[in-house]
C-alpha cells in the first residue's frame, strides 16, 4: 500500500468512489489493513450497510451532471427509474439532454405503495402524459416495485427487447429506489457477489459503478441526483422513515368548508381559503398525522405547537429548516387535479365546485398542481 492519497485500490464495489487510505473524512475512505478484504467497500459503505449510519459525505452537483452528460457519446440503453410516490420531485431536469439519442426505458418503481384498487392502465397513461409534457421520449413505460418484487419480469423483458447488445445506464434522481433495483439484475445476469450500497439516505451511490454482465457488456449505475425541491433531501434524516411510506398508501378523506385548514405533521399546510364545501383526499405516509383547525386559528396553533402535537419534525429541528412560504392556487371548476408538495405526499381535489388553495411548505420545496394520478 503507498502512502500517496489516491491509493491503488480500486474503487468501492458499494458506490463505486475511488478507494483511498490516508483521509478519513474524504471520500473512498478505507482504513489500512482491510483493503485486502473481498470485496473492497469503503469505511462510509461499511457503516451504511452495518450500523444504517450516514455521512454528510456527498459529491458535487456539477460532478452528477458531467458524469450523466457523458452518456450521450456512448451507445447505450437508458433505464430512467423514477419514484411514483415523488414522481414529479423525482424527474431528472433536461434527462433527454444529457442521453442524446439512446432509447430510454422508464422504470416507475415503488408502485406497491399505491391503492390496490388502482386502475394500472390509467397510471401508464398519466406516466406518459407527465413524460412528454417534460419533454421525455421514452421507448416503453414499465410499471414495478423493486422492493415487493412485483412486475420486475416486466423489466427484465423490456431491458432485453431495447437493449441490443448495448451497455445498460441506470439513472435516476436519489432515493428511488434504483440500487434496490439494481441489485436485483445483479442477482440474476451477473456472476458479482457484491451488491450496492442501498439505504434510505441520499446519496448512497457517488461514482459509477460498473458491474459486469455475463456476455461481457456492463451496467453502469450512476450517481442520484440530489434534487433539494424534495423535502426528503431537507428533512432531518430520523424523519425520513416517516416520510417515506413502508405500506401501501391510505387515501384520507376530508369534507371541508372553506376556512378550514389541514397541518401535515410540522412539516406543511394546506389552507381551503374559499368554494363550496367540498372533500379533499390526501395521500402520504400513515406516520404523518394529519390536523384539521380552522384558518382563523391556524397561524397560533402553528406557534404554540409547532415541534410537538404538530410533528414532525420536533420542535430541536425546526429551526434547521427553510421558513414556510405561500403557494397560491385557483382549482377550475370541474377540474381532476393534485396539488403535490414534493417528498411528502399529494391533495387530490373531488370537489367539482373550484377553490382557492394555498400550500405552506419550506421555501425551496416542489408545490404545483397536476392532473389526477389516482
Not at 181 to 202: A, G, H, K, V
Request: glycine fraction near 8%; proline fraction near 5%; aromatic fraction near 6%.
Amino acid at each position: 500500500m503507498t502512502d500517496s492519497l489516491s491509493d491503488p485500490l480500486g474503487t468501492c464495489t458499494g458506490c463505486g468512489v475511488a478507494l483511498q487510505s490516508r483521509e478519513p473524512e474524504l471520500l473512498g475512505y478505507v482504513p489500512v489493513g482491510t483493503a485486502d478484504v473481498r470485496p473492497v467497500v469503503c469505511q462510509r459503505c461499511y457503516r451504511i450497510r452495518n450500523y444504517n449510519e450516514t455521512s454528510s459525505i456527498t459529491m458535487d452537483q456539477e460532478q452528477f451532471r458531467r458524469l450523466l452528460g457523458s452518456i450521450a457519446h456512448r451507445q447505450a440503453l437508458v433505464v430512467n427509474i423514477v419514484d411514483i410516490f415523488d414522481f414529479d420531485g423525482s424527474l431528472i431536469n433536461g434527462l433527454q439532454r444529457y442521453v442524446g439519442q439512446n432509447t430510454i426505458v422508464l422504470v416507475v418503481n415503488k408502485i406497491d405503495l399505491l391503492p390496490k384498487v388502482s386502475n394500472w392502465n390509467k397510471i401508464v397513461n398519466w406516466v406518459q402524459r407527465q413524460a412528454k409534457e417534460h419533454g421525455l421520449r421514452v421507448a416503453e413505460i414499465v410499471l414495478c416495485s423493486a422492493k415487493k418484487n412485483i412486475g420486475f419480469d416486466r423489466v427484465v423483458h423490456a431491458i432485453a427487447a431495447h437493449r441490443q447488445g448495448r451497455d445498460i445506464y441506470v439513472v435516476g434522481a436519489t432515493n428511488v429506489g434504483k440500487s434496490t433495483l439494481i441489485n436485483r439484475l445483479i442477482r440474476d445476469f451477473s456472476d458479482l457477489q457484491s451488491e450496492l450500497t442501498t439505504s434510505q439516505y441520499p446519496g448512497t451511490t457517488l461514482d459509477l459503478v460498473k458491474i459486469p454482465l455475463d456476455d461481457g457488456k456492463q451496467i453502469i449505475d450512476t450517481p442520484g441526483i440530489v434534487y433539494t425541491h424534495r423535502l426528503t433531501e431537507i428533512a432531518p434524516k430520523s424523519d425520513l422513515k416517516k416520510l417515506i411510506p413502508d405500506r401501501p398508501l391510505k387515501p384520507m378523506v376530508y369534507q371541508l368548508n372553506d376556512k378550514q385548514t389541514l397541518f401535515f405533521g410540522g412539516y406543511a399546510r394546506f389552507d381551503f381559503v374559499s368554494g363550496a364545501r367540498q372533500s379533499f383526499t390526501c395521500y402520504l405516509s400513515q406516520a404523518i398525522p394529519i390536523h384539521r383547525t380552522k384558518l382563523e386559528r391556524a397561524d397560533e396553533l402553528y406557534e404554540e405547537h409547532a415541534g410537538e402535537m404538530l410533528a414532525p419534525p420536533v420542535k430541536s429541528e425546526l429551526d434547521a429548516l427553510p421558513h414556510w412560504v405561500k403557494h397560491h392556487f385557483h382549482i377550475p371548476k370541474g377540474a381532476d387535479d393534485d396539488v403535490l408538495i414534493s417528498g411528502i405526499g399529494w391533495v387530490h381535489m373531488n370537489g367539482k365546485a373550484g377553490a382557492h388553495i394555498v400550500v405552506h411548505a419550506p421555501k425551496g420545496v416542489k408545490v404545483a398542481m397536476r392532473r389526477a394520478l389516482i
